[in-house]
């Protein structure tokens, strides 16, 4: 982790507060809340954010569609927690609610789609990813303040209550934003926020360490070698002030042509190596393409 973010987390942590990561794209926001929930072994959720997504969302979904299909066939008395889809929030803070939709369908009434973040573990703290909030409309991050700050919220269908269920401790929710819009005031005065520094050539390197240990992948001389060889191909093309860029190439870039090399074979002598670079690193705008 970069300097100062693990005490952000602690920091988030400890006023029950969301924490903000602020960072250009690729950057590594994202991968934050799963390396942190599979290091403490906590469970997670995420949920991407798009131009569609509503605050709701995040909170719970109601099928009115299905419900009105069986309506119309004349199904008999209708259930509308047959139709409720909890949200990522409402599984971090009341698992065993949302396993049963506020207690109004039964566990093994139909198969669940996040039954893989139960399990037996709902009483652990969950990680929460919310990402690319700055996506959304500036309504959304305003609808989520009371829910996020109370801890609650009611499903509007069923008018059930959801809290924080007494042996649930508080999770962490990590909120990105790529900085395409910016957040409401209010909204960035409850959050703990940390802004990610560009990435440098022994960030990098440890960032490689971490992920090809994840994927299983040899950690020998030569793969380090090859890691450090595109850190400083990264870091020069970032610093390169005389090449116009819209954008500057990225962590996620790095890992990317870090897989190719190791995948073709390629190394700093090869002759191919400048093409690498060109076409993972020192990528043209688009005006030039």
């Keep these: 982790?970069?300097?100062?973010?693990?005490?952000?987390?602690?920091?988030?942590?400890?006023?029950?507060?969301?924490?903000?990561?602020?960072?250009?794209?690729?950057?590594?926001?994202?991968?934050?809340?799963?390396?942190?929930?599979?290091?403490?072994?906590?469970?997670?959720?995420?949920?991407?954010?798009?131009?569609?997504?509503?605050?709701?969302?995040?909170?719970?979904?109601?099928?009115?569609?299905?419900?009105?299909?069986?309506?119309?066939?004349?199904?008999?008395?209708?259930?509308?927690?047959?139709?409720?889809?909890?949200?990522?929030?409402?599984?971090?803070?009341?698992?065993?609610?949302?396993?049963?939709?506020?207690?109004?369908?039964?566990?093994?009434?139909?198969?669940?789609?996040?039954?893989?973040?139960?399990?037996?573990?709902?009483?652990?703290?969950?990680?929460?990813?919310?990402?690319?909030?700055?996506?959304?409309?500036?309504?959304?991050?305003?609808?989520?303040?009371?829910?996020?700050?109370s801890l609650e919220f009611t499903v509007a269908e069923t008018r059930t209550l959801v809290r924080q269920e007494p042996s649930v401790p508080t999770p962490l929710i990590i909120i990105t934003t790529n900085g395409e819009r910016d957040l409401p005031q209010a909204f960035l005065r409850r959050c703990v926020t940390f802004t990610l520094p560009d990435p440098t050539r022994d960030s990098l390197v440890r960032i490689a360490q971490l992920h090809l240990a994840h994927e299983g992948a040899e950690l020998d001389k030569g793969t380090l070698r090859l890691a450090g060889a595109l850190a400083d191909e990264l870091v020069a093309v970032r610093r390169d002030n005389d090449v116009r860029r819209e954008r500057l190439p990225s962590t996620a870039e790095f890992l990317d042509a870090l897989r190719a090399c190791r995948a073709l074979g390629l190394t700093p002598e090869h002759p191919q190596w400048p093409l690498v670079r060109s076409l993972t690193l020192a990528k043209s705008t688009q005006q030039e393409l």
């Excluded at 988030?12 to 403490?40: D, I, M, T, V």
């Excluded at 409402?90 to 973040?117: C, I, K, M």
């Design 1 to 149: 982790m970069p300097d100062g973010l693990p005490l952000a987390v602690d920091v988030a942590l400890a006023a029950n507060r969301p924490l903000l990561l602020c960072g250009a794209p690729g950057s590594g926001k994202s991968s934050l809340a799963p390396f942190y929930a599979r290091e403490h072994d906590m469970r997670y959720y995420e949920h991407v954010v798009t131009s569609r997504t509503q605050a709701t969302d995040l909170l719970w979904t109601f099928d009115s569609v299905r419900r009105l299909a069986d309506a119309q066939a004349h199904r008999g008395r209708l259930n509308n927690g047959d139709y409720i889809e909890p949200g990522v929030l409402w599984w971090s803070l009341a698992p065993e609610s949302a396993h049963t939709r506020g207690g109004l369908v039964q566990p093994f009434d139909r198969h669940d789609p996040l039954e893989r973040f139960y399990r037996d573990h709902h009483t652990k703290r969950a990680v929460v990813l919310i990402d690319e909030i700055d996506k959304a409309d500036p309504d959304v991050p305003n609808s989520l303040l009371v829910p996020l700050g």
